[in-house]
């Protein structure tokens, strides 16, 4: 099952930063990742990367997913590590789905975006990314 | 090697849950009364189409979705578009103005400018429409929660042309239910959004008869998981949600039916999109006549825009979406549709490119004139299949309307987001089909190019956009005469607070070059916030 090695499930925030409204791949997801049996938080539209991080230290998420279709997934998920950094959450997966180039996916590595998961990416394939990962971390 | 029988054969359901037989025959639309359920075009209930002779007399209307950056840029492609035979135009805005953001504000950093044209104030407007014939084109605005100062601003442009405005068409796209299911450009909760709607439609009905003041939306409701039968029966639940808060007002029915317009999906099962708008033109012309008392025919006719179809279109291979599109044209022809807009091959991922637009408007060029779609109207009708798949399609549209009534209504469905979670499971369900390859799609799951490596081009960002928008902003705030404004503003939150209607004094303050940030904040002070239900 999805659980991390303490025995607790796996807990993931789907949000969508910025005024895109583009909300069904975010939904998607979450119904996914519920069904795998993880814990899953929709921010809801209209969120500022300020709100999302908030939420993410409340919830004591372990994956933050961003879900973007605007073309502003090169700053927002700048901002969004920058302030997951200074916040001392590095051990928090961050994820971002959407409408992402081809080429701007290794300027996300390089920011620290763990996985880039472009419109139409397998669904099992975020799934399985996310249990790899955390469940391998806490080995 | 023997004939397989029936029951070999795959099983066929489509998507609204309706299972089809390999063979129809009389025997299927046996109980179906010509005069009664089918007709004839132009006449109740009006299956067939709204006008007697359709495309025979006139084709459909050519509206591309286009607008991005500066007005100026904005208004050299409407130009360029109706020299290339367009006949109306369809404005798109970006999120800062869809949303009432001023381009200063920091919520539109990085957005101003990049997925449509930005409009601040009236100027931004009025330069859109430089030189444009107005008087001689419709002209649709793709806004809603601020769609009044959009409307206002249009008109005082229209004024400045000389035009009066019973002489103006158009429409404010101003369907904010499906905001709040699908699009997302919502503000303000979900009874004072909807009282909102209904001033404009007092105000049209009385000022500007030829302008279409909603136009509702199924299609951005299907684009985000509903099936057809959802598409139809939700934008329905929507549509009379309005009309109850406009008869608040002492109109009566026919006072403004005959101005309500729809929007509406096209991708998907040829067949089963063909015959959800012959059930849905029935369907409604009843609910209007009967459940409504409509006495003139024109309130009874459902008008729409058809041919756009996001959802069905593919990152991979784009090129295929051309083709896509060329279909989606013929499906909205043989449906029967007022205006027709195709999405772009490149729409799977950014606003339509100069070329991909132009492919578009010649693909519903060569329909109207190379195929024979205009000769005759309805040639579907009387087919056994069509005719008994329009009969089922209604049953299931009427079935899910019951639904929603049984979840307290369309306002209650949508704040305690049953609408939302309806469609968000089924966009899951379908997207697991067309994981697994249950649902084909070329290119996606069937026919893939291995080496393919898709090809997002976004329409180039121009922060440049941002810098002269601010410039000019604080140029013409500088210039206005600020205790006009203030006076105006005043006015408008009267307005708002009690219940008067809302035009005149936004009307007042758009004169007054008040910026669309500065209304929208008065909204937002007195009305509050859409909270946003997230449980899934």
Redesign the interface.
């Known amino acids: 099952m999805s659980e991390s090695s303490e025995g607790k499930r796996i807990r993931v925030l789907i949000a969508k930063p ?7 791949g975010a ?2 997801v ?3 990742l ?1 069904d795998a049996g993880m814990e899953v ?6 969120k ?1 990367i300020e709100e999302i991080v908030k939420t993410a230290l409340q919830e004591d998420v372990d994956v933050i997913g961003l879900s973007i279709y ?3 997934h090169l ?1 927002l998920s700048k901002r969004l590590i920058e302030r997951v950094k200074e916040e001392g959450l590095t051990d928090k997966l961050v994820l971002v789905g959407g ?4 080429r701007d996916i290794k300027t996300l590595q390089e920011y620290g975006v763990a996985g880039i998961f ?3 990416a ?3 394939s975020i799934v399985e990314f996310i249990r790899k990962r955390i469940e391998g971390k806490n080995e | 090697m023997s004939k397989p029988k029936f029951d070999e054969l795959k099983e066929i359901i489509l998507e609204s849950g309706i299972k089809v037989r390999p063979v129809y025959g009389p025997e299927d639309i046996k109980d179906t009364e010509f005069d009664k359920a089918i007709g004839r075009p132009g006449e109740y209930p009006f299956t067939r189409g709204i006008h007697p002779m359709m495309y025979r007399k006139r084709p459909w209307t050519m509206r591309q979705y286009s607008g991005f950056g500066t007005a100026k840029e904005t208004n050299a492609r409407f130009k360029w578009l109706l020299e290339q035979g367009q006949t109306a135009l369809n404005v798109a805005f970006d999120l800062p103005t869809q949303l009432g953001l001023d381009s200063d504000d920091p919520r539109a950093e990085r957005e101003v400018g990049r997925v449509g044209m930005t409009i601040d104030t009236l100027q931004d407007l009025e330069e859109a429409f430089t030189d444009i014939p107005i008087e001689q084109i419709s002209t649709s605005l793709t806004i809603n929660p601020v769609a009044s100062v959009m409307l206002a601003m249009y008109l005082v442009v229209a004024e400045k042309h000389g035009i009066p405005w019973d002489q103006i068409r158009g429409t404010t796209q101003n369907d904010i239910l499906k905001e709040y299911i699908g699009r997302g450009t919502w503000i303000f909760p979900v009874e004072p959004s909807i009282r909102l709607i209904g001033d404009m439609v007092e105000f049209c009905s009385q000022n500007v008869p030829k302008f279409n003041p909603f136009s509702v939306c199924g299609y951005h409701i299907r684009e985000s998981g509903a099936t057809p039968v959802q598409e139809m029966a939700y934008a329905f639940e929507i549509a009379t949600t309005y009309i109850q808060e406009v008869l608040k007002r002492r109109l009566s029915i026919d006072d403004f039916a005959p101005r309500i317009a729809f929007n509406f999906d096209i991708h998907g099962n040829l067949w089963e999109q063909v015959a959800k708008f012959r059930a849905g033109r029935r369907l409604w012309a009843k609910i209007i006549k009967q459940r409504f008392g409509a006495k003139n025919p024109r309130s009874m006719t459902l008008r729409m825009i058809a041919g756009g179809g996001g959802g069905g279109l593919t990152i991979q291979q784009p090129e295929n979406n051309i083709v896509r599109g060329a279909y989606y044209a013929l499906i909205s022809a043989l449906s029967g549709t007022q205006t027709m807009a195709l999405c772009s091959y490149d729409e799977a991922y950014t606003i339509p490119s100069k070329k991909a637009a132009l492919i578009s408007l010649r693909t519903m060029q060569i329909l109207a004139d190379e195929m024979g779609l205009r000769d005759t109207v309805d040639p579907l009708g009387g087919s056994y299949y069509i005719e008994w798949l329009t009969n089922e399609m209604e049953k299931k549209i009427e079935e899910c309307m019951e639904k929603v009534e049984e979840a307290g209504g369309m306002i209650k469905a949508v704040e305690s987001g049953y609408i939302q979670s309806e469609v968000s499971r089924q966009a899951y369900l379908q997207e697991k089909k067309i994981q697994a390859g249950e649902i084909p799609k070329i290119g996606v799951n069937k026919y893939v190019l291995e080496e393919e490596e898709a090809q997002i081009e976004f329409h180039a960002f121009n922060p440049k956009v941002a810098k002269e928008q601010k410039r000019k902003l604080k140029e013409i705030k500088a210039r206005r005469n600020s205790q006009e404004v203030e006076e105006a503003l005043q006015a408008l939150r009267k307005a708002a607070q009690t219940n008067e209607n809302i035009m005149t004094p936004v009307l007042k303050a758009v004169r007054a070059y008040t910026t669309l940030g500065e209304i929208t904040k008065v909204f937002k002070e007195v009305f509050g916030e859409f909270k946003e239900p997230v449980g899934l």
Do not use: C, E, F
């Not at chain 1, 910025?18 to 069904?24: E, P, V």
């Not at chain 1, 938080?41 to 209209?46: C, D, E, F, R």
């Open positions: 910025g005024l895109d409204g583009h909300d069904r939904k998607v979450v119904h996914t519920k938080i929709y921010s809801g539209l209209h500022t605007s073309g502003a700053p409408n992402i180039p081809h472009s419109t139409g397998d669904l099992n």
